[in-house]
């Protein structure tokens, strides 16, 4: 993409007066025109090239040096976001962990699944936050096999998403794919929006937990997620 069109080049030589102009620079739908993207709405179909020009727009008007190696940035971004960053939306975290369901052998049996890295974006600043979640349940009469609660865990993470609305949402869930005796979910993660911007705390993590049903009513059980959390 040329990222440089003749007008802006006239719109620069008058002293980048029409910098913002609705004409060069589209604007963000308002809630009465596109409405908001809840984590459980069905996904719009993506308009790569859309988007593909805002980034153009966006890259422009930041003031950027641009230079040969951002000729084909829109595009890259573009892709990057549609195939790898914002890719969960469309995708059911609970048809995932029902489509694996299999007879509990014993009811009770506590299973957690630990370590599962994952990387959101923050809808706030629309930078990236990455980490693992700890995903436990007690079995009531179904099992469920592993790879489809990292899965679910994507399916969910791969969006414009807080951490604290991811957490609930997985536990959400597993809750209702498997109707478990009760289920626990533990992220840990660093965010950019704090560690680049504002804070900029370095090191800090964000640790958020969702319990429900024998998770809610039994420390124990939380106190063992949290120590396989910790890894």
């Known amino acids: ?19 913002g102009n609705p004409r060069f620079l589209r604007r963000v739908p308002r809630a009465g025109g596109v409405p908001l993207m809840l984590p459980d709405r069905p996904a719009r179909t993506p308009d790569r090239e859309a988007l593909t020009r805002a980034i153009a727009d966006l890259l422009l008007a930041s003031g950027a040096e641009l230079d040969a190696e951002t000729r084909g ?50 809808p706030h600043h629309l930078l990236p936050y990455k980490g693992s979640a700890a995903v436990g349940y007690v079995a009531d009469r179904h099992l469920v096999g592993f790879g489809k609660i990292a899965e679910a865990v994507d399916a969910l993470s791969h969006r414009l ?54 998770f809610e009513k039994e420390p124990e059980l939380r106190a063992s997620l949290a120590r396989r959390a910790e890894g």
Not at 78 to 106: C, F, H, Q
Not at 166 to 175: E, F, G, I, N, T
Not at 188 to 195: D, L, N
């Open 1 to 19: 993409m040329v990222l440089e069109p003749p007008a802006r080049e006239a719109s620069r030589a008058r002293g980048g007066a029409d910098l």
């Open 73 to 122: 940035t829109p595009e890259r971004v573009a892709k990057a976001w549609v195939e790898d960053l914002l890719d969960g939306y469309g995708k059911d975290p609970v048809a995932a962990l029902r489509s694996s369901l299999v007879p509990a052998p014993k009811k009770g049996e506590l299973v957690i699944v630990s370590q599962l890295d994952f990387h959101s974006m923050c």
């Open 161 to 214: 998403i807080l951490q604290e609305n991811l957490v609930q949402r997985l536990c959400a869930s597993v809750m209702e794919a498997l109707q478990p005796l009760g289920a626990g979910v533990v992220i840990t993660a660093e965010h950019a929006c704090m560690q680049v911007r504002g804070p900029r705390r370095r090191q800090s993590r964000v640790s958020v937990e969702a319990w429900a049903g024998s």
